[in-house]
Each structure stands twice: as C-alpha cells, then as structure tokens.
C-alpha cells in the first residue's frame, strides 16, 4: 500500500521540522463557549450555530457530522478563522479569533492553521512543489529553508517525485496529499479538513485519512475533520455531531 | 507578501487564447503609437541634424524662411568684411552666398507633384556644409546646367537618377550626381551652381548668406549688421535655423498622440474585460490564497501584476509590429518652406520603452477593477465558487 512508506517517515521522522513536541495535559487547543452564528433573513434569525460549546484536545482527530446545513462548516471556518461568529468566543492556543482583525486574522492562519478542502484547491498553474511553498512565501524563511520544508512535507504525503508536477497531472488522490502537504508544511498545531474525502475513491479516501491520523498520533496535531461519510468518522478519536446549529450528543 | 511571479505570468499565458485578442489590441495601439511618434522623431531628426554649429545665417530682416529671404549682391559685398569671419588656407572668406527656388516635380509612381526646394550654392557654399556628401556621380559644373540631388529625394520623384534630365521653367537640368545629407534638410534639396540658378531662375539678387565665425564673436557679428544701415538682416545659428523648423512635426505628434489616446480608451475597455473573466474563473483561487494568510493587498497587486504582463506582451508585439517600417523614408509638406521635406522613420530606443510603458499603463489602468473585485471577494463565498 502506498501509505506505508508515508507512515514509516512518520514513525522515523525525528529530525522534521513538522514534528511537534508531544506534551499532554495542556489546556485545550480548541476552546469554544457559547458560539453562535445567526444569519438575518428579513425578520427571520437563522442560527447556523446556536450557543455552541466544546473544547477540543492537543492531538485529538475530532470528526464534525451532521446532515447539510447543520453549521459543521460553519464552525469549522470559525475555528479556522476565515468566518467570525455573531457571538461567543473561540481561542485557539489561548487566542480569540474573533478578536482579531482581518489582516491580523490572514497571518495567524498562515502560522496556524492547514486547511484540506474537498476540492482540494490547487493552484492550477503551480507545481506541487510551488503549491506546497505558497504558505511558506509569507514567512521569513530563505529560499533554502523553504526548500527543505517542502520536501519534508511532500515526503510525508509520499509524493517528493511528484513535485514538479501540475495539478492536472495528478490523480484526485495525489492532488489531495499535496493539499496535506500544502496544509502542514508551515507546521501549525491545527489542521482543518472540510470533506476532505467527498471527491475521492475508496482507497484514496483511506490514504488520505490514514496521513491526517498518522499526523495525530504521531506528531500530535490537532486534526478537525467536517464529514459525511461513516468511514471517514471512524478515523477519529471523537465525533461530534451537529444538528441544526446546535450539538447532538 | 506578493503572489509569486510565476504564478501571475503563468496565469497569463494559460489563458491565452481568451486573453490573445486583449494582447493583439493592445499590441495594434503601440504600433500606432510608435509609428506615428517614429515619424516625429524622423522629421525632427532631420532638422535637428542640420547644420554646422559654428556656422551663421543671414536673412533678411522679418523672413522665417530662406525662400522668403533677399540678400542683395552689394550686401553680400559688404558681409565679407565682417569682424569674426573665418579664412581657409588660402585666406579665403568662409562665406557664401545661396540663392533657393522652389520648383515643381513629379513624384514617383503618378503621385502627383510637389515641391522641391533648388539651392543655387557655391564652392564655398559645399565647403561650408560638411554633412553633405556626393556619395555617386561627380560634382555639377558651372555653366552646364547640371544638379546633384539628395539620393532620398531621386528615390520619391521621377527623372532625378545620374544621366537623366528633368525640365523645369523651360530649362533642362541634368543630374550629375546624388549627395546624401545623412538625415538632414540637405537630403530635401537640389543643388546647383549659384551663379546658374540666378540665370536660369532670373533672380537678381541672393537668398541667404552662410558664413563661419568663431562662436564668442556672433555677437560683435550680430552689432555689425544690425549696426548698419545698409544691412537690413539678420543672423541666426544655422543649427537653430533648422531646429526651429521642428515645427513642422507638430500636428503629426498631436495626430499620433490623439490616435493613441482615442485607441487606448478600446484597448483599457479590452484589458479591463480580460481581467473580469480572469477574476471571474478564478475566484475560488482567490478564496484559497486568501486562506493561506495572503492579504486582499498581495491579491490586488497579484491581479494588476498580470494586467501589467498581459499589457507588456501585448506592447513588445506592438513594437514588432511598427519596427518594419524604421527607416522607411517618406516625405512631407515642410509649412516653413512649402516645400517637401524627405526624412525616414526613426524607431529609438526611447521610443520603445515609451510604447512599452503606455501599454503597461493602459494595462493597469484596465485591470484596477478587476483586482480591486477580486481583492474584495468574500472568502468563504469565493470557496464554495466553482
């Protein structure tokens, strides 16, 4: 399978940049109280998040569920600061998002936050390699160091030989590593996927998984995962699902 | 933090057949420009390189043109004596007296006539003006009713080759040789011997006087004659007689400039079309680069950046497209002297980078717009866009 030699990098990865250090016991890394996002349709308030509450652990592989229009997504940009809330607070390492401003919100999700997109969003024009390097431009890292971490990353989705390749010249599967790639090369504590397998076969949907668990247990990343699929959720070490705006369990 | 270059050029060139009517618009603009502008320059050239900085001209009083000028002979006696004047070897004056006529000549092909400026000049007169070389043939003679004329002008008018003869005001002239003023007035003009042209055209007097005096003493010159009665003339360098001349150029860079002005409003509404789409279906890597932590700011200067890219392709193929015709040459109606002035197509270097930096301009000014939409786009939106 080809997820084993990715899974060996992990298990041997002492010297990687990417690799966090393993402490338990911290204060969540995700803590969200009262979070509500309300939408105003003429009179009518639509909550899309109602009073949400829920902490999420250094570590954890947390799987958000819940039919369409249940606010996972929207709590999962909120988490990943590209949404604010109506109300409530969401600190992420000790930090509200939702106080942050616009600009200062871009360069906090630069440093940290990696985001998986079911469409996996490739910059058509750019190889794996550039794509991967995007985030790592608005660092102060040299070219050199650069380069380094795009290898380590695109070694730990297992796709080093590919990195001169375009986007179109890759599987679904293959496009979707190098959004991981793309997601952990700044090394950020979080990284969010929103149906990071709605657009791939069964076997590319379990590699994919299978880099976003390593990535937990092995370098304790704090791994959130919007999904539909059953499958997917069984991955995770909890799921949390949501119901009209609000918690179901 | 700006998007990476490549990025923007690729997004470029990947859409090319959309943006390749953009860049031929753009592209047919500059050539416009840089044609229209390439023959200012080459009519300003040819003035401007005419003439000998040390030399004086002398007209009458209130003339604005050698043509419309008189010098008597007595007057011209009295001009050898000026204070200044420079002597050849043999204690010669440097100082001669011309005598001009314009005629009328066909043009080449049945393009009708124009007319040709004739410069009844003397030994002296050729010793004096240094940019003028016999380049075929020999040197006319006096008596003979023979011209040299500028190889520019037998190129555009009929009968003007070694050997043939052209008739004007019942007279027949026969060219002896062809003389090339290396891009100057001279390459606008016929000439002959002065004392002939006086003859044969019944002028009793001269037209102008070219005398060389060192540069300091023009002044003490310029006392002289206006000091005297008996010289109602005046002088002026003959480097700024021609570039004043430059005038002639006038309406042609008006036109050019108009032209390019009134073309570039089309070419910014094609720029600005191009980059809408471009916005348009990329939307959802807007909303991706803007994830990853790069600001509305770096996606505006992206989008202008690929505005300016497209505009520079499209001005390098404008200049392509304008650089045959440099050193075309081609003539004109010179409003001073009324008569052709012949000069070439001049595509400068300067010129170039001007045509480049117009389309740069009408390249950002098309795609302000579009970026400033696309800095703006809602991220979460632009996600979800297709």
Known sequence: ?249 | MALPIQYNIRSVLVRWRSTLSTIFGIGLVVAVYVMMQSLAIGLEQSSANTGDPRNLLLMRKGSTAETSSQVTREQFKLLQYLPGLEKDEKGEPLISADTMILITLARRGNQGEANILVRGVTKMGIYLRPQVELIQGRMFEPGRREVIVSQRLAERFEKLGIGETFKTGGHELTVVGWIDGHKSAFDSEIWMDSDDARSLFDRENYSSVLLRADPTRWNEVTNRVESDKRLPLMTISESKYYSDQTATATPIRFLGNFLATAMSIGAVFAAMNTMYASVGSRTREVGTLRVLGFRRRSILIGFLIEGAILAFIGGALGCLLALPINHYSTGTLNFQTFSEVVFEFNITLPLIIKGLVFAVTVGLIGSLFPAIRASRLPVIASLKSL
Not at chain 1, 19 to 39: D, F, H, R
Not at chain 1, 181 to 201: C, K
Not at chain 1, 217 to 236: E, Y
Request: include cysteine; proline fraction near 4%; aromatic fraction near 4%.
């Open chain 1, 1 to 249: 399978m080809e997820s084993d030699p990715i899974l060996n990098l992990l298990h041997s990865n002492v010297t990687s940049p990417l690799n966090a250090s393993e402490e338990t016991g911290e204060a969540p890394v995700v803590q969200i109280q009262e979070l509500s996002k309300v939408y105003q349709q003429g009179e009518i308030s639509i909550y899309a998040l109602n009073r949400i509450s829920l902490n999420i652990a250094q570590g954890e592989f947390l799987t958000l569920m819940g039919p369409s229009g249940s606010g996972k997504s929207t709590l999962l940009h909120i988490i990943a600061g590209i949404d604010r809330p109506s109300s409530g607070q969401c600190r992420v390492q000790g930090i509200d998002v939702t106080k942050l401003s616009e600009s200062e919100l871009a360069d906090w999700r630069n440093q940290n936050v990696g985001f998986v997109f079911q469409t996996f969003n490739l910059l058509p024009v750019l190889t794996a390699f550039e794509n991967v390097e995007l985030p790592l431009l608005l660092t102060r890292l040299t070219s050199k160091q650069r380069k380094k971490q795009v290898l380590t990353a695109l070694e730990l989705v297992g796709l080093a030989d590919r990195m001169g390749h375009l986007p179109r010249q890759l599987s679904g599967g293959q496009e979707q590593r190098v959004a991981i790639a793309r997601a952990l090369v700044t090394d950020p504590q979080l990284i969010v996927a929103d149906e990071p397998t709605g657009n791939l076969d069964s076997n590319s949907a379990h590699e994919v998984l299978d880099i976003l668990q390593s990535l937990c247990k092995v370098a304790a990343k704090t791994v959130i995962v919007v999904t539909h699929d059953p499958k997917a959720a069984a991955f995770g070490s909890r799921s949390v699902h949501l119901e009209k705006g609000e918690l179901a369990n």
